[in-house]
């Protein structure tokens, strides 16, 4: 099961490394913003392999649970702030605020007390680790409920005003793969709350990936504009 945490992290990164060159060309903040998302994505895929292949620490367990339950969505979504509201004040604001929350969380986690038996499991479940009703615990749901709620509406909705548009096909489909690939990552949370690493490493891989293809394919060209002077 190793393989997929592994698989995934290399995925994460290479789309983190082709949105970093994106920015570096066109300095558009959502760029920006997705790419730290796709580095705390590839950071916390890379803890989840260690941790299965040689056993978790306490360190490793708690960069997976910062990077990956608690702030990779909030990032992306933010991300998505910046590409659909145009009043650049308010997603300076949001982006604040961001930050904020996540110094906080990084000391909470940081400082959190946690079972170190409950390491001893290839996948140990949040509840064993920070014990059942913990403030750490739902952190995670605190932080990525709402603002995957927002993403995934956000990406719908562009589609949607998309759908009609033959030219934009293909952002189309991208945003759609965006989408469905972000809902597979979320819905893989579940095996993580059982403690099920099959299903966790294998949504966590087929989801990144998809949102990967999604990209790939929001970012191709249209047909007119290949053609020359199109």
Request: charged share 10%; glycine share 10%; aromatic share 14%.
């Amino acid at each position: 099961m190793w393989l997929f945490p592994l698989a995934a992290g290399t995925i994460a990164l290479a789309f983190a490394v082709l949105l970093g060159r994106q920015f570096s060309e066109r300095q558009r903040p959502h760029q920006a913003v997705w790419t730290i998302a796709l580095v705390m994505y590839a950071v916390a895929s890379l803890a989840l392999f260690l941790g299965v292949l040689a056993g978790w620490t306490s360190a490793e367990y708690r960069i997976y649970w910062l990077l990956g339950a608690v702030l990779n969505v909030p990032y992306l979504a933010q991300g998505e702030v910046y590409l659909l509201v145009h009043n650049r004040a308010v997603a300076n604001s949001l982006m604040a605020l961001l930050f904020v929350v996540t110094v906080f969380a990084a000391v909470s986690i940081g400082a959190a007390p946690l079972n170190d038996a409950a390491l001893a499991r290839d996948l140990p479940a949040g509840k064993a680790v920070w014990g059942p009703g913990s403030f750490t615990l739902h952190l995670a749901q605190i932080y990525a409920y709402p603002t995957y709620a927002f993403l995934l509406g956000s990406a719908l909705w562009s589609a949607w005003r998309m759908r009609d548009a033959r030219e934009l096909r293909d952002r189309f489909y991208g945003t759609l793969g965006i989408a469905v690939g972000a809902t597979i990552v979320a819905a893989g949370s579940a095996f993580a709350a059982s403690g099920l690493l099959p299903g966790f490493s294998i949504t966590l891989t087929a989801g990144i990936a998809l949102m990967f293809w999604g990209f790939l394919r929001a970012s191709r060209r249209s047909a007119s504009a290949r053609r020359p002077g199109g």
